[in-house]
């Protein structure tokens, strides 16, 4: 076929209509063409996915075919699934997700896990604590530890109000808009003097070396926002100032917990001995391929 799913071809069927796609996503490189196959066609059936796998003998119309064909070619184009459909699972939610916020990736998952497994559960004896999400982008963290753990604090922050506008979206989405507190600014700016200490800081930052940037995957480079990847020449002008300035806003004992990239452990743990004020027991915890993907720090006594 000289395009994508020849729409006058007249006994197309999920079944036919995935193998090809899967075939030509294939001949692209795709990292996961018949995933992206099946998530594309659910989208465009308006079904879920699992929907289109249980019908692989239904039959298309051409009008079917002719929408899925237009999701084909953008993601020939490496325009990233997520922002063709529309949406992300994290967790267990389904969040928006647009060219003005990082993709939530499943490796930012151990940074919630890794934060759940400290947050009491509410009721309990214990007050609720205050947390906060900084560079919250979709609001995927903050929302996923918000629908854990109700009760608790959250607030959140990000420079960029139209990655805001994506998170307020995703708390409506989540009927969590109740729960969470977002406001925008760099980092710990705006919060100033005299604002309450917090029992948990917790962040994936920018730490993709600037120079590394330009040989990232088309669908990193081309679609996702910079500032959410770049982390300066070394990759780690984020986590200067997060290790710095977030032991000036957390209870005595607080908690913070940062994603990290997959060769940063040494230089992390330098920072964290440099600031001087958290514990020893600092804890890297790795994530399934066996990389260091989250850093767990307390602020000393």
């Avoid at 209509?17 to 294939?26: A, D, G």
Wanted: hydrophobic share 40%; proline share 7%; aromatic share 6%.
């Amino acid at each position: 076929m000289h395009s994508p799913v020849n729409t006058a071809h007249p006994q197309w069927t999920i079944h036919g209509v995935l193998c090809w796609t899967t075939s030509h996503f294939e001949s692209l490189l795709l990292e996961s063409p018949r995933l992206d196959a099946e998530m594309l066609l659910a989208h465009a059936l308006g079904l879920t996915r699992a929907e289109v796998c249980s019908r692989l003998d239904m039959p298309l119309c051409p009008h079917d075919l002719q929408s899925f064909k237009a999701l084909i070619l953008r993601r020939a184009r490496r325009e990233p699934v997520a922002h063709i459909v529309g949406f992300k699972g994290f967790w267990s939610l389904d969040l928006a997700v647009t060219a003005d916020v990082l993709i939530p990736r499943p490796e930012t998952e151990h940074l919630v896990e890794a934060a759940l497994s400290i947050l009491p559960r509410l009721p309990s004896n214990c007050r609720p604590q205050r947390i906060l999400d900084l560079g919250t982008g979709s609001g995927a963290i903050l929302l996923a530890l918000a629908s854990e753990r109700p009760g608790h604090l959250f607030l959140a922050s990000d420079r960029s109000p139209r990655a805001l506008k994506v998170a307020r979206h995703n708390a409506a989405l989540c009927d969590l808009e109740g729960a969470v507190r977002l406001f925008c600014g760099d980092w710990f700016r705006p919060l100033g003097r005299g604002f309450p200490p917090f029992d948990m800081i917790l962040s994936n930052p920018p730490y993709i070396r600037s120079g590394v940037l330009a040989r990232l995957q088309p669908e990193i480079r081309n679609y996702e926002p910079s500032m959410a990847l770049d982390g300066g020449k070394d990759g780690l002008d984020a986590y200067r100032i997060i290790i710095w300035d977030a032991h000036a806003h957390l209870t005595v004992g607080g908690t913070l917990l940062l994603e990290i990239g997959h060769d940063q452990k040494a230089d992390i743990r330098k920072l964290i001995n440099a600031c001087g004020g958290y514990d020893e027991n600092v804890r890297f915890i790795k994530d399934y391929s066996g990389y260091d993907r989250v850093v767990h720090m307390r602020k000393k006594g």
